[in-house]
């Protein structure tokens, strides 16, 4: 009856998700602020159709947060479910074979940016709320917290928890905002990376140069600029910051081995990536280098003339975005301290080194035997006919962390995207039965989540 | 008489070389081929007015090459004058104080894109021509040859020379397109470095990835770029591509100390451009380093994210552009190739790295003792008192060596910029004076090289 309903509406839920994914909601880039606040308010209209009590567009400091609820009855448990309707810049856009914010299907996947991250796993959750509002299945009350700034770093959100723990009271927290290892081998996110993003700006002379007038004789900052990158590894892949790995909890051999027992092909891996060889900490295998090992990533690097052509300068100043992905029990705010400290200490004298912090986030761990995932476990059985495998996922969604602090509650990551989904790259996508398959999953999450 | 002519026709000479100023002649930036062609132009229409028995504009596979020419009497010699009419890129545009190619004066220098390299030296020529024509002082022929392509490696004029040897047929060589010591300390360059311009590509994944959700796991190609060109040099300052100091000639100690000999203020090097401390290769002064030795430097680089924001990116591809000055006997082809060669072999299996050569040139020393290096001389004499010093400068005048090459002439480096006249760099300038004082120079020296 729900396999029905979801079925015969299939075409309706994705021409609604299509105008959606059509508003390029940037959060990163002020010149779409607008177009974010539509991606709200578009929201917002879907939720009232969908048959909730009441939807508001909360304003922040920056883009606003969806909020809406459904109160059947104050008595029965109350799901509060967690997205993000803001998606990440589009750009290298010369690499996409579609236009990113005009959505297409090609074999069976939604090819547009925010696809699967995360418009298109949160509108599972409106379409399997209006699912069982139709279907008169809803088995107790839900709320509904949408936010525009976690590509951002979710900078406002920590106020809008702290100043609404009334308004948020709930039980159980759902975010789909994660992936699956396959269809045939479902999975739950049941550990996240926290992050720690920087920004650092090295000086050298007070103007651009000649670099054949001057050139061996000053400092040039994008050569000292690499210098100093190439300093945060070891040879064997360990970021060298003073501290960092002190707080970093190990695995226990138990968990190293359920941890390494997921399925998982090295070489179609490599093969999908198109590279040769893997590189990561050495004594790790990949799966725990991405799930239970904090990294340190460049995301972007600039200085000097970058046109057509050759130019013969030596610049006055280089540039780079720096990334740490963290794990328990490190603190991001203590890592990005330790970062500031450790790369101000690697600057030469005949340079000056500016260090910025962008965002950070918290590492979390989700428990695996509470009432909350065994439903979720069951949804699964239900819909895939597995039991899902609890994994560890690399990315990283502080909410999780900011809840628990702030609202004490659990959360159950309940994602179905695929690792491979192109997310935060040209060419993001979403399978059309990932989509499918997790509205029916969401809808049986409920049931066994209130089942007595 | 010249002084005279000179000072009278002063705001005329520099309204004219405002309006060639005007033309954004930047030859690196396809969008501007039809500014350069206009450039061209402008200068042949002036030849013409000041009185040369022919001018024409030589096409190219690239930018034009003018030709004009005044022959008074084939028995007497022939100088021939080169210099270039192309540009550099003006950005980053952010920096400059007034618009690149809006020339103004402000205290008595002239600020512009091309004010000093090279278009304010090259017009110096014309109007020394015209001086010379006007009062009837021209003591032997004179050709001139200005092209448009020395901002990106003269790729065609190599062929033109070739083709074109009886045209070019000459005793002597004059370039403005050098630096003096300051107006008290009037120098000569009689050494000028080679180039050879790479640009390098290092490939990780086949598509930007999500940094959280592969970090740590998958090769950074920006890391490992940064890596790469780290471990071009040692902790000495010392470049390690094998075999690139085989041909480099070492300078006897008598060389050295009249290298040294030169003024040279350290403290007030550093304070003007704004730095605490030099860097150099170790053993070697800051005008031996700038002057005789060989360097590599990262004139551009970029890769991932650089936008506004954040981006949790790991790039599939990053990118550098870097260029080495070379000194006598090294030949730049011979570099290019053990520069590949070993940026290849610094490639981690798990990237794949593109190298690609843009352009290069040779260095060339140019002798002291000739006859035409003694007008020069005695020309600085009169015009500023002072016998000129001997100096060797960084950059590049790839033409010198081809000239002998080709032309068996011997090249007088007749320069009257300044190394901090921000040539390459945003606020571009060349002092009036300087413009002035040079124009009578030129006249000079045309006196004392025919001088029996």
Known sequence: MVKEYIASNKDRFLSELFDWLRIPSVSADSRHKGDVRKAAEFLREKFSQAGVDKVEICETKGHPIVFAEKIVNPALPTVLVYGHYDVQPPDPLNLWTSPPFEPVIKDDKIYARGACDDKGQVYMHVKAFETMMKLNLLPCNVKFMVEGEEEVGSDNLGTFVKENKAKLKADIILISDTA???LEHPSITTGLRGLSYMEV??????????????????????????????????????????????????????????????????????????????????????????????????????GGYTGEGAKTVLPSKAHAKISMRLV??????????????????????????????????????????SPAYQAASRAFEDVFGKTPIPTRDGGSIP????????????????????????IHSPNEHYGVKNFVMGIETIVSFYKHFVKK
């Open 399 to 422: 909410i999780v962390a900011l809840f628990k602090k702030e609202l004490g509650l659990d959360t159950v990551l309940l994602g179905f995207g695929f690792d491979t989904d192109a």
């Open 328 to 369: 328990p029990n490190q603190v991001s705010t203590e890592i990005t301290e330790l970062f500031t400290k450790h790369f101000q200490s690697l600057a030469p004298k005949y340079v000056t080194v500016k260090v910025m912090a962008h965002h950070g986030g918290e590492p979390a761990v989700t428990s695996t035997d």
């Open 201 to 302: 700006e090295v000086t050298g002379p007070n103007r651009d140069l000649h670099s054949g007038v001057y050139g061996g004789a000053v400092a040039n900052p994008v050569n000292v600029l690499c210098s100093m990158i190439d300093a945060l590894h070891d040879e064997n892949g360990r970021i060298t910051i003073p501290g960092f790995y002190d707080k970093v909890a190990e695995l226990t051999a138990a968990q190293r081995k359920a941890l390494n027992d997921a399925p998982f092909d090295l070489e179609e891996y490599k093969h999908e990536l198109g590279i040769t060889e893997i590189k990561g900490e050495k004594g790790y295998t990949t799966l725990e280098r991405t799930g239970v090992r904090p990294t340190l990533d460049v995301n972007g690097i600039w």
């Open 180 to 182: 699956l290892i396959s």
